[in-house]
């Protein structure tokens, strides 16, 4: 059994942890770690790594050429402080917000430290508000809302539509390449150092100085403008410094490949700190987990060998699927890897299991899995599963200076959350603030989760979905969606990457299924067209398929609860601009239900369709 070959050993910490029972059926968790001190400058660690490792690469952008460009620390320290000075001279402070639109990109970077280490906050927005929207209603809305000084897009030409859309008088334009919209190039910015002015404004920040303001992913309605002050993003990284693994920057430096987007707070916050404060490179990683893209993922990782990865868990699935039929990928995978963490949502226990198999092939131990549980209105840190765990599902315990509520909803606990790397209130929305924190001051997500054991409160807390998102069948029963949708994934390998449940006051459970990619590709083969976002797969030999594994998932749950009754496969792309799916590719089932409830309808009609399978 593979359970009994031992982990890699990566000398964390054990989970210690405090948990009070309140007459109210509540529960209050912290850590019993202090956190001490940490940085008031969410940059510091920036002139730290450049005067340690100067020459070392902090990014280097991947790409299908032989020539990776490569940012250095000294070079990075360098253009930040030159951005810096070109800001402070023309007027930008704590109140000239930038908003930058394009993706993750050297100049990107230089811009975010240049202007958060002297305290003028930067937004950056999903490139998808600007380059999937046909009414820019998202990007406008973000523009208006913080009143930006600067809007910095990469490529002048290919951001020239939504640039016209926002920019106006006294907002001034940079771009890199391309079009230049009457404003000027990046490069112009980088000039003279004025030093004693850059050091000037880098001592005056403090913990409530603004350093960005991040978009939720929107589920419902517009995203939600969330203030990261410079002592959420620096608790967080301390906070990660206290249950992370003993850091080497000398003998084994952190190299990390990375696609998460920098509007993100994962990606744009842990990881992006992250590997300054330990003095790492991360390669900008030109793939990504969606068909199509994800084949530049593999060869990155061929020519990289990072030291650790991180991603969604559909990334899982596309890695997976390849490095079982690709040993040169395997190998390079598990050259210097020793961690595997992933976020964004639950990992499923065959996707865990199907990574250990090719661990203990190729390294003779099997592979440690991080995760946690958090949010953009966290800094991305919540929770934290940082030990050695066979079971997935796990968010974890809160880590130094976090506290956890967690109050009772139903059979679980809905989980709440405080801490110096928590935001006080949305951007100029004092309603949503009102909305979201209880009388104590804790934020309130709407998740769910439970103890995983009772009688042992140090193994952590179970995710167990939105509490918005589970529901009651027409017979009373409750649905838990978040912990129905990892088992009909399991039960579906490897013809699935996800589903969407619906039943709400039905008499029984119907699903959406999204095929994998291998499933798309031969339904193409065989004439499938998606014309539409009601398109569905008919094809007879795939359905079957599918079928096989549902009749066999029914048999062993037969509990109305878990029982499908009629499932579809959905024949064209889930919608980042409808909301159905965030740019780190986390399902949002509510809006899928909404924008598809055509589909719906159908998987209830009695009548003869060849597009459904009838399970009942």
Known sequence: MSHKVPFRKLNRPLPDISVQSRDDGSYLI?????????????????????ESFPDRAFLVKCSPDEHWPELSYRETRTKADQVSSWLLNHGYGANTPILIL????????????????????????SPSYSLMSGDFAKLTYAAELVDAKMIFAEDGTLYRKAIGKIQADGIEVVTVQGDAHNGICFDDMLGDVDQALVDEAFSKVNGDTLAKILFTSGSTGMPKAVPNTHRMICSSQKMHTLVSEANDPVETPTVVLDWLPWHHTFGGNVNFFRIIRVSGTLYIDDGKPVPGLFQRTFDNIKRVRPTRFSSVPTAYSFLLDQMEKDEDLSVAFFDRVTACLYGGAALSQELFERMQVLSIKYTGLRIPFGTGWGSTETTGTGTAVYWESDKVGLIGVPPAGGQIKLVPVSDKYEIRIKGPHVHEGYFKRPDLTAEYFDDEGFYCMGDAVDFEDPSNLEQGLVFKGRVTEDF??????WVSTGPLRLTLIDALNPLARDVVIAGHDKEDLAILIVPSEGMYQQAIKAGHKADNSLSVLEDAGILASFKSKLDDYNKKNKSKSRFIGSAILLGAPLSVDKNEITDKQYINQSAVLENRAQLVERLYEDGPDTAILKLR
């Open 102 to 125: 394009s993706s993750n990109s050297f100049a990107h970077a230089i811009l975010t430290l240049g202007a958060v280490q002297v305290g003028i906050p930067v937004v950056p927005v």
């Open 472 to 477: 009651k069948l027409a017979n009373g029963s």
């Open 30 to 50: 912290e850590s019993n770690i202090a956190i001490g001190d940490y940085e008031k400058n969410a940059a510091s660690n920036l002139r730290q790594s450049a």
